[in-house]
């Protein structure tokens, strides 16, 4: 156990990139916040109240947001409740992934620029975000994006957003990380001393951003729990965008060139990270705590008859998407493993 441990875990959800496949996460935090709601009795309790650093990729990343939020009224509050970060995805997916008739002859179907414009997706950050810092986030967190300049991976911390430097609007946090190459163009933001950063999704290296949370928790200090906290002193809830296993035969893959490796390598680039980085963090736990006591939980929905793309949001595909992940939480096995983590996260806060 870490120095200065008090015997609390340090609880960190984890949110893959995905698209307009956030729907599926958004909907089982959801259910897990209302879960933490009726247990407590606090119908004012929200998901950010119980975790110590939350960490998301790409749609991930957006969803990290907009739970940390903080309320302008009272920052200790959340500004959101978890359903309506779902709302988002629902009311305004189809904006966001709306191509117009030149944007599509401009781009050559996104072949020769993004294919679609970043303008919906930023109007939707800035009213849901508007002029607030990454500082001003209510708890740590670790949003994954990629720097073009200087060729290396990028991380949004709130705990180290203190520093201007490191400060951030959160509008342009949830930009530069769900920036997905081909879809929209990359972002340049800028730090609180102007000083201007182009990125691009944090999927492009991290689509599960598990490892990426769990290694910069080892290097932190946490208040009332364990100090460089190690993975018996961890709980970690990483949640998928739905289990994509779509196949790409010997015959055809076998001669394609650079345009119809395209969308396959990032399909490949984007689940293949999921699954290395859950092997590699259920393997760390399981030897320390061994496979029954586990404190590692991997929720990674199916999609039903959701379309696995990455950007159709169709109203038919939202639909889909919200009774893939409402089908998830109402299987018993998986309502039963929500409310062990809502015991946990009780019993620990």
């Keep these: 156990m870490a120095?200065?441990?008090t015997g609390k875990k340090v609880c960190i959800l984890s949110i893959d990139g995905g698209g307009?496949?956030?729907v599926l996460p958004g909907v089982i935090v959801a259910r897990l916040e209302e879960k933490l709601q009726i247990a407590t009795g606090n119908p004012e309790a929200r998901i950010a109240d119980y975790f110590d650093l939350i960490a998301g990729t790409s749609t991930g990343g957006i969803l990290s947001c907009f739970y940390l939020m903080p309320d302008p009224e009272n920052p200790e509050r959340s500004k959101f409740n978890a359903q309506q970060a779902v709302n988002l995805y629902l009311e305004r997916g189809g904006d966001i992934f709306d191509v117009s008739f030149m944007q599509k002859l401009r781009s050559g179907a996104g072949?020769?620029?993004e294919k679609y414009s970043a303008n919906a997706i930023e109007e939707a950050l800035r009213e849901n975000f508007g002029d607030t810092w990454l500082s001003e986030l209510r708890k740590a967190c670790l949003v994954t994006s990629?720097?073009?300049q200087n060729r290396n991976a990028f991380f949004f911390r709130q705990q180290r957003a203190h520093n201007e430097i490191n400060d951030f609007k959160v509008t342009d946090v949830?930009?530069?990380t769900s920036a997905a190459p081909t879809y929209f163009e990359a972002a340049l933001v800028e730090n609180r001393i102007g000083s201007p950063y182009p990125l691009v999704d944090g999927g492009v290296f991290a689509n599960n951003p598990t490892m990426c949370a769990y290694s910069e928790a080892r290097s932190m200090d946490f208040e009332g729990k364990a100090d460089k906290p190690s993975a018996q002193d961890m709980m970690i809830i990483s949640i998928g965008t739905g289990s994509v296993r779509k196949p790409y035969p010997y015959k055809k893959a076998k001669d394609w060139g650079l345009v119809q490796w395209i969308q396959p390598i990032i399909d490949v680039m984007m689940s293949g990270n999921s699954e290395t980085v859950h092997y590699q963090i259920k393997q760390i736990?399981?030897?320390?705590?061994?496979?029954?006591?586990?404190?590692y939980y991997r929720l990674e929905p199916q999609l039903g008859t959701a379309n696995s793309e990455m950007d159709d949001a169709s109203k038919e595909n939202l639909r889909a998407l919200e009774a893939a992940g409402k089908a998830f939480i109402s299987l018993t096995e998986n309502d039963r493993q929500l409310d062990e983590i809502v015991r946990k996260l009780i019993s620990n806060n």
């Design 3 to 5: 120095e200065g441990s």
């Design 20 to 22: 307009i496949r956030g």
């Design 111 to 113: 072949l020769l620029d």
């Design 146 to 148: 990629y720097d073009l």
């Design 174 to 176: 949830a930009r530069a």
């Design 285 to 295: 736990f399981n030897t320390v705590d061994g496979e029954e006591n586990s404190t």
